[in-house]
């Protein structure tokens, strides 16, 4: 399987401070992969690094084989880009930003402008191709830069927090185009702490912590490693505030109020069921709804960053 | 694709980076109105109620034109860019950074001789001056608008994302200069320390081209002139590019 990145012993310092801290890891060709992590973890840096905007320290990167510090000119040329809070120039109009853009990417004038005009009808921004950008709204901005970092048809996508805070429609224009982009063969490096949207997106995900790695697997792969943060949601009937009873029952690790609902964490679903009715039966409460919930790649990442969190404190 | 033939796409990049600027940072009325009038004001203040012949004073007005236009817009370009959040978009294009100021330089350099015609034109058609070299005229334009376009460059180079403290640091720098460099007064008349000190002006080498190129006589000689000149763009253009890459990061 090639490689669409590979990213060897990366080390970055900003002065005294260490961003990002020996890391490697591969993407495979056709991957949409996900690059996950609290805010100052390293996330940002490393897609820079990758995008050759800047240099590491230490540690070497090649994206679709080309060494990102020798020959960035070549690796940048595949690549779309769309950084972190990034805009396009609003003095000009987006189809004027699109053809800038294009002739810097070497993209031949007749084609960028059919890929200009393909780009600006698919994420809704045809009528307003000849606007100066300085009136689009943020929604509209973000889509203009994805239509950007298109232009060239680059065979890798690199976005950082493409989806942060935009309207739920270009969020889910965005969503689809990146699924169908990726379905064309168009890999894909998703930096974001949206962690809903690397679960319906992403193959395979990082979690980045502190600068360094600290997994990277498969959302399905990531819960599974975590049973114990399998749950069981109760709703009663009547309110019920005595959440140390259930805490007592046997199977349950934790329990925790989710709004109006009651979830119990446990490693055997099955036996916490099994408890809760007897205790329901025994008690006279009514249940209203009762849910078994895996997981959910939130209760994974913060229990990865937490643990990650300890580690470092353990050893510095 | 072999080293040749990428340096020759980069250049083709740089172009269109310095169309970009002509277009977003130069062509707006008040800039190009800034870099008619201040050195025709300038001009005014010094030239009227004194016997100054034409022939000394346009060369001067040329010079100064030329120096404040060429190296105007460039200083704010990098903060401008940093602050609008366009310049990361820029850098992940793929054009390297001494390209893209190469770009940057190459704008102010357009800009730089499209509105020292201004003056010139002024002087040929309104005072009937006559140009006496006119390939030495040309030479020392081309040489000049691209030593203080890397100028303008350089001065950019601390990592602020305020275009108005580039400005003033700008200002501080290229202001004393018009009065070091021979232009409302000939470096002969300078007092021995005005003397060294017109050493260190680019301007001053300009300024002396352009009088040779008008009148046939000059301070230095022209070898001298053409090579300061070009050592002070060496040295702008070199220090200006390695203190952008450097100070990139901190800009982001």
Not at chain 1, 86 to 97: F, G, L, Q, V
Not at chain 1, 125 to 149: A, D, H, P, W
Request: charged letters at 20%; glycine letters at 6%; one cysteine or more.
């Amino acid at each position: 399987m090639a490689f669409a990145i590979e990213v060897k012993d990366l080390v970055k310092y900003y002065g005294e401070l260490l961003a990002v801290d020996h890391i490697s890891f591969q993407v495979e060709e056709g991957e949409i992969f996900g690059f996950l992590g609290p805010n100052g973890a390293g996330k940002t840096t490393t897609q820079r690094i990758l995008t050759g905007i800047i240099e590491g320290n230490d540690g070497d990167a090649w994206v679709m084989g080309h060494n990102i510090r020798k020959d960035a000119f070549y690796a940048k040329s595949l690549m779309g880009i769309v950084p972190e809070m990034a805009n396009p120039y609003i003095d000009i109009s987006a189809w004027n930003n699109l053809m800038l853009m294009g002739e810097l990417y070497g993209v031949p004038k007749e084609r960028r402008r059919k890929q200009a005009d393909k780009l600006l009808e698919m994420l809704g921004l045809y009528e307003r191709k000849n606007t100066k950008v300085k009136t689009f709204s943020k929604g509209m901005k973000q889509r203009l830069l994805l239509c950007i970092s298109l232009i060239s048809q680059p065979q890798i996508l690199f976005l950082d927090e493409p989806t942060a805070g935009l309207d739920v429609q270009s969020a889910r224009l965005i969503r689809n185009l990146i699924t169908e982009l990726n379905k064309e063969g168009v890999t894909v490096f998703l930096t974001t702490h949206n962690i809903e949207e690397a679960n319906q997106l992403c193959t395979r995900i990082a979690i980045i912590d502190h600068g360094k790695i600290a997994t990277i697997d498969s959302p399905e792969n990531l819960r599974q490693a975590f049973q114990s943060m399998q749950s069981v949601e109760i709703s009663f009937a009547a309110p019920f505030d005595d959440i140390g009873l259930l805490r007592k029952l046997a199977g349950v690790n934790e329990v925790k109020r989710v709004g109006e609902k009651l979830r119990l964490y446990t490693e055997e679903p099955a036996k916490v069921i099994y408890e809760l009715t007897n205790f329901s039966r025994s008690n006279n409460i009514k249940f209203t709804t009762l849910n078994t919930l895996g997981p959910s790649l939130e209760d994974v990442f913060v229990k990865i960053t937490e643990e990650h969190k300890g580690w470092n404190y353990e050893h510095h | 694709m072999n080293t040749t033939e990428r340096v020759k796409q980069e250049l083709r990049r740089a172009w269109t980076i310095a169309k970009k600027d002509i277009r977003i940072y130069y062509f707006k009325s008040p800039v190009i109105i800034f870099g008619i009038i201040f050195p025709f004001f300038l001009f005014l203040a010094f030239a009227l109620g004194r016997n100054i012949s034409p022939v000394f004073l346009f060369p001067g007005i040329i010079g100064m034109t030329l120096f404040f236009t060429a190296s105007s817009v460039g200083p704010i370009i990098m903060p401008w860019e940093a602050r609008m959040r366009t310049l990361e978009r820029l850098l992940s294009s793929p054009v390297s950074i001494q390209f893209i100021l190469l770009g940057d330089i190459l704008a102010g350099f357009i800009f730089g001789i499209i509105i020292s015609l201004v003056p010139f034109l002024f002087a040929i058609l309104g005072f009937r001056l006559a140009v006496h070299n006119f390939p030495l005229f040309i030479l020392s334009i081309l040489i000049s608008s691209f030593c203080f376009s890397s100028l303008g460059i350089l001065l950019s180079t601390p990592p602020s994302d305020n275009p108005s403290n580039i400005m003033m640091l700008s200002n501080l720098v290229r202001l004393p200069i018009i009065f070091v460099s021979g232009i409302f007064i000939p470096i002969e008349r300078l007092p021995h320390a005005g003397k060294i000190v017109a050493n260190f002006s680019p301007l001053t080498y300009t300024v002396d081209l352009l009088r040779c190129g008008f009148e046939g006589v000059s301070q230095y000689s022209v070898i001298r002139n053409v090579l300061m000149l070009v050592l002070f763009l060496a040295i702008f253009l070199l220090l200006g590019m390695k203190l952008h890459k450097r100070n990139l990061a901190k800009r982001l």
